[in-house]
């Protein structure tokens, strides 16, 4: 097993029209989703395999999402279903640049009620990279669950991928987003935020602050504008690649997926090809932003190496 992801997974409704609030939509879309179900999926049409941890509801949505990533061909042995809470459920509408808002039913849903005796640890046991994002770092027991998850992924000596993905909607309060964000930077290596998610974490655009004793390479993304790397004793940026952007949804988790698959690419030498990490991470985020909805649009490693020949050959 390469990749082992751990988080929320969930429908995405998308709004079947640009630039309407999701009251004035006239309808939407049935779209699987989640971040850390997302990098999962993606990792595998990279080229590599991948399992996913989680829990949903005893109910249609959640079997249909457990099918999906199994007809994806992503390990879902550690999908555990609870009768308890219901699967999550988002409603997203899109502005006519293909950004989104979300509105989200969650009051719990299944995955906020994960308990640590809910995680399958064997199968983290038989992955070389843990990933995991902060969503299910918000509220208990979820939180206990994410990290007896990542704490037993450190002790097997697993390389360890983090996402403070902000969601503040569904945090009690701004402060309490940036604490338990800032909190999930303890556990890991390899860290990838947006620009406005460093903003919001830091206050500004320095990436000092995230530092941790085990960190060992930051990303930092600009959308459209590409993205830094930074090492211990390094920086490379790397522009990104223009497209016609449909939905963005779920362009950050195809650009995690795109690193952890290069980082496997290379193995220990990583460090020496950060621009061929980026540049294949670039790529990977900027194709998955296409299509509508995040898991239909993430690209297969073909698709994106396709990609990046013809954009060379046009410079």
């Known amino acids: 097993m390469s990749v082992v992801c751990f988080g929320e997974l969930l429908i995405d409704f998308v709004a079947l029209e640009t630039g309407v609030t999701v009251g ?21 049409r990279l080229g590599y395999e991948s399992a996913f941890l ?5 109910d249609p949505f959640g079997h249909y999402l457990a099918g999906v990533l199994e007809a994806e ?36 849903s299944a995955d906020m009620l ?13 992955g070389q990279i843990f990933h995991y994002g902060s969503i299910t770092l918000i509220g208990e027991p979820s939180r206990s669950a994410t990290l007896a998850a990542v704490n037993h992924a450190r002790q097997a000596g697993k390389l ?3 996402d403070p993905n902000l969601r503040l909607a569904l945090w009690p309060s701004a402060e309490a987003a940036r604490e338990g964000m800032l909190a999930g930077l303890d556990y890991a290596h390899i860290v990838k ?10 206050g500004g655009q320095d990436v000092t602050p995230l530092w941790r004793d085990d960190t060992r390479l930051i990303i930092v993304t ?12 390094s920086r490379h940026h790397e522009p990104g690649y223009r497209v016609a952007a449909v939905d963005t949804t779920g362009a950050g988790d195809g650009f995690v997926a795109g690193v952890l698959a290069r980082l496997l690419d290379f193995g220990d030498s990583w460090t020496s090809h950060l621009p061929e990490i980026a540049r294949f991470a670039n790529a990977v985020g900027a194709l998955t932003t296409t299509e509508r909805g995040a898991i239909p649009a993430l690209p297969s490693r073909e698709t994106v190496e396709r990609f990046m020949r013809e954009r060379e050959g046009c410079e």
Request: glycine share 10%; charged share 25%.
């Open 24 to 44: 004035e939509a006239s309808g939407f879309l049935k779209k699987p989703g989640g971040a850390p179900a997302n990098v999962a999926v993606a990792v595998r």
């Open 54 to 58: 989680t829990q949903v509801g005893d």
């Open 73 to 108: 061909k992503v390990d879902v042995s550690g999908i555990r279903y609870s009768g308890e809470a219901r699967t999550a459920l988002a409603f997203v509408s899109l502005r006519a640049d293909g950004e989104r808002s979300f509105m989200f039913y969650r009051h719990p």
């Open 114 to 126: 994960m308990r640590p005796e809910d995680v399958a640890m064997d199968v983290i046991e038989r």
């Open 160 to 162: 360890i991928s983090y």
């Open 193 to 202: 935020v947006s620009d406005e998610e460093l903003e919001f974490l830091t």
């Open 222 to 233: 600009h959308g459209p504008g590409g993205a830094t790397l930074y090492t211990r004793d």
